[in-house]
């Protein structure tokens, strides 16, 4: 989990697994792929190949941590 915390403090855009309190970590400022399904983390790569995108998680996820944390 801290992994996640870290990595979104320093505006890094988050892919995490639907695996215990991931997602809710997230909470919306990351993209989250089904737990053991490559296909599924294979598409969310894509997706944030997007620089629109990655911005966006970017800016969400820093003001999350600045927000809670």
Do not use: H, Q, Y
Request: glycine share 10%; with cysteine.
């Amino acid at each position: 989990g801290r992994t996640l915390l870290e990595a979104m403090a320093c505006g890094m855009p988050v892919i995490g697994s639907s695996s215990g309190a991931i997602p809710e970590v997230l909470d919306g400022a990351g993209l989250v792929f089904e737990e053991g399904k490559a296909s599924d983390l294979a598409e969310k790569i894509s997706k944030i190949s997007d620089p629109s995108l990655r911005n966006s998680l970017k800016e969400s996820s820093r003001m999350l941590i600045e927000e809670r944390f």
